[in-house]
């Protein structure tokens, strides 16, 4: 009989985690680069507006093809910027929703101007801990997956051969 209930209680919480999948699906966020997907864990219970913008530019097919315009060894690499110098954005500015999280390596966080209400679009992700960013810029995901591809993205203030996204998609979106 014992072997029965634990049986049950395994299907049970097998049945309950792939849930749990399912609905982080809607907030996960793949980005596929020349190397490889990266797949980025959104964090909605952090930046709500930002995760609710990211979703909405990717939906549009906004990031496909944007180049990592700034790209520093040892610290991070950033894109989302139509224009690909840095200076442009896509959808209105964001309230900054700052937090605890720490910029540790292979987090996500919104690029902005000296303006803490001015993230739009531009994002970047730590090739390595910055914790001098924390509290001053907005966290809104990780990467849980390709942080090798990351880092062979192209480096250089603008990179000479910039690398590029290839397609950014949020995985409830895929069909695997």
């Not at 507006?49 to 549009?60: C, D, M, N, Y």
């Not at 303006?115 to 809104?140: E, H």
Request: charged content about 25%.
């Amino acid at each position: 009989m014992r072997w029965i209930a634990s049986v049950v209680a395994t299907l049970v919480f097998l049945m309950v985690a792939s849930e749990g999948q399912a609905m982080d699906r809607e907030n996960t966020l793949y980005i596929q680069l020349k190397d490889g997907r990266v797949v980025i864990e959104m964090r909605p219970d952090l930046a709500p507006k930002h995760v609710a913008q990211i979703k909405k530019l990717a939906r549009e097919g906004k990031y496909d093809g944007v180049v990592f315009h700034r790209v520093i060894d040892g610290f991070m690499a950033q894109t989302g910027d139509p224009s690909g110098t840095g200076s442009g954005g896509m959808g209105d500015p964001l309230p900054a929703e700052f937090s605890k999280e720490p910029h540790v390596r292979g987090v996500a966080s919104m690029a902005r101007t000296n303006d803490p209400n001015s993230a739009r679009s531009q994002f970047f992700i730590c090739l390595a801990d910055a914790k001098f960013l924390d509290g001053k810029y907005t966290v809104w995901g990780k990467v849980t997956s390709g942080m090798e591809f990351v880092d062979k993205i192209a480096k250089g203030e603008p990179p000479r051969t910039p690398d590029k996204m290839i397609s950014v998609k949020v995985a409830a979106d895929v069909k695997e």
